[in-house]
């Protein structure tokens, strides 16, 4: 998965030397699914391409929000953090509510930074901040598999292409997943019947994947699952075939998809 560490930091980073920044106002728009809620934040200004929108919360009294989960919406200091690309004057974020670390239900900010990476570098500017009020509902405890659901499923899509489902592939699958998204003990019956589940069809797992991980582009989505279909050894045309559907799905087209693959291969 990308490591967006780094860019968590550096909005840390600016706006503790900057603070004054301009703040423009906002657009909300809220999808809720089992586990949390996909927020589109539209900007009121024009934002340049490239720009990226870090979120956390605060409650009323000033306290920012944490994470429970040791890796996933996390910052180093333990506080919550969302973060997703600015596309078309809109972020896409995800709240799962499980992870974060609040008190009770009621309104908390968010507040967002908008985040400009230079090229080819680790610094970068916030262009400007931006802050909204979200409902929360009352603590609701973290499963990570939960959260990872859609996206085991488009892995399983991949394993059951060739119609058959082997230890050979199951086992190693397993344990990339648990290396890639740090998953402990307790998560393990969890992952389980997550890899058990009847098939889905894939567009509505993309879509759910979309909603949850709106930092991962298809380009890294497609990348990821190549991975999966190489853990048991060279992929094969049906697993192929498999994923330049998922890809099509996705948005690739053939020329994206063909620079996938290379990168890829050249791993």
């Not at 980073?13 to 106002?25: C, N, T």
């Not at 956390?56 to 009294?61: A, D, H, V």
């Not at 992952?191 to 797992?205: F, I």
């Amino acid at each position: 998965m990308p490591d967006y560490s780094d860019l968590i930091s550096l909005a840390l980073d600016l706006y503790g030397r900057h603070r004054s920044r301009r703040e423009i106002p906002v657009e909300i728009q809220q999808e809720h699914d089992s586990i949390g809620t996909s927020l589109g934040v539209r900007f009121m200004a024009p934002m340049p391409p490239g720009a990226s929108a870090v979120a956390n919360l605060e409650s009323g009294w000033g306290f920012i929000v944490g994470s429970r989960d040791a890796s996933l919406f996390r910052a180093v200091s333990g506080d919550f953090y969302t973060v997703g690309p600015v596309v078309n004057q809109v972020a896409s974020l995800y709240l799962p509510y499980g992870v974060l670390r609040h008190r009770k239900a009621g309104l908390y900010s968010l507040e967002i930074k908008l985040v400009l990476l230079k090229p080819q570098s680790r610094d970068g500017e916030i262009l400007a901040t931006s802050s909204t009020k979200i409902a929360l509902p009352p603590p609701q405890p973290w499963h990570k598999v939960d959260y990872l659901w859609p996206f085991i499923g488009l892995c399983m899509t991949v394993v059951r292409a060739d119609d058959e489902i082997s230890a050979q592939e199951i086992r190693p699958l397993k344990a990339w997943l648990t290396r890639e998204f740090n998953l402990e003990r307790g998560d393990m019956e969890g992952l389980r019947l997550a890899m058990k589940a009847p098939p889905v069809e894939p567009a509505e797992l993309l879509a759910a994947v979309r909603r949850r991980m709106p930092h991962l582009s298809a380009a890294d989505l497609i990348t990821l699952l190549l991975r999966v279909a190489r853990l048991d050894g060279p992929v094969n045309p049906r697993e192929h075939a498999t994923l330049r559907r998922l890809a099509a799905l996705a948005g690739l087209d053939d020329q994206r998809w063909s620079t996938v693959v290379d990168a890829h291969v050249a791993e």
